[in-house]
């Protein structure tokens, strides 16, 4: 863990249940992604609720039941789902639960089409992406590798969930005296939301706050309500200042150990994401007019085809926030975006 998360004692009821109170259990899901198993939560009590879903895969599904019938329940029970936020490894299972408990699911309003997408959709995005990755500096066969995984990535989220939407500083009664209050924390994503779970001492923070990791702004094509890009960024450093705020003691995330000092994380991966804008300043500096693969390659290096969405993201974000600080400007090279430092 990082300096500032300090991990609270859990009680190992199995290999991939830990009991935080009486009432709340992690439960660890496999992904096949770097980052390892993510984390639902489970609530238990006469109406049980599940917060976040792992990935579509029957391995994870599994793991799910398995945990759950330790518990002595099973997915039937479920119900309420409170999604955090629409990437795959958070959502991807929610209609395999849905389907088979008839529960509630939540989810912020911006995260709705990913879930349940228009017809067209899929096709919208390619383009969109694509566009991206070769204004970025990418060969078109580098970009369609990149497309491709991205897609490959987005086969583990099942689409088709009757939602709910939830939004800022809304109440959820849940059942049994049980009250979860919303929180918008955009910035990993523009539909990502946290649960603040006060009686316990709680919120589950998802990918918001994690213990070991600071996470990276992830690039989204444009959602139809944006008049204008968003910066999300400077939307996750404003995110990180509200939850530095909360009275709860306890951070329940969406990889690795519950943690607390949320304050101290907060402002520890805050100044992560300012001095990570400062290596692409300086990486900028030293090779004026760089395309946005120039400075993925500088700062992280030749990576996978997988990996070129996360790079490119994290690159871009830095570069969005340096430009509204107006440290920067952006030039169109004959259809490559390029940027130079200014004073």
Known sequence: ?????????????????????????????????????????????????????????????????????????????????????????????????????????????????????????????????????????????AAQKAWDSMRLARSLMQVGVEIQPVSEGMRLDLGDDRQFRVMECFGHTTNHVIYEYPTAGLVFTADHLLPNITANPTLEAPHPEDTEPLNPLSLYQDSLKKTAQLKVQIACPGHGRPFTNIEGRCQEISRNQVARCEDVFSALAQNPRANRKDLSEEIFGAVRSMDVYLTLSEITAALQYLLQLRRIRKIDDSGIDRYETLG
């Open 1 to 141: 863990m990082s300096s500032a998360a300090h991990p609270i004692d859990e009680h190992h009821v199995s290999d991939r249940i830990h009991q935080i109170t009486d009432d709340v259990y992690r439960l660890e899901l496999p992904t096949p992604f770097p980052v390892g198993d993510v984390n639902a939560f489970f609530v238990d009590g006469p109406d049980p609720i599940l917060i976040d879903t792992g990935v579509a895969t029957e391995e994870s599904f599994q793991a799910l039941e398995d945990n759950l019938e330790t518990l002595h329940r099973s997915i039937s029970d479920i119900r309420t789902l409170l999604l955090t936020h629409v990437h795959v490894d958070h959502a991807g299972a929610a209609r395999w639960i849905q389907q088979r408990s008839g529960c509630a699911v939540y989810l912020h309003p911006r995260g709705h089409h990913v879930l349940n997408p228009e017809p067209d959709q899929v096709e919208r995005d390619r383009a969109w992406f694509r566009e991206y990755y070769l204004r970025s500096g990418l060969l078109d066969k």
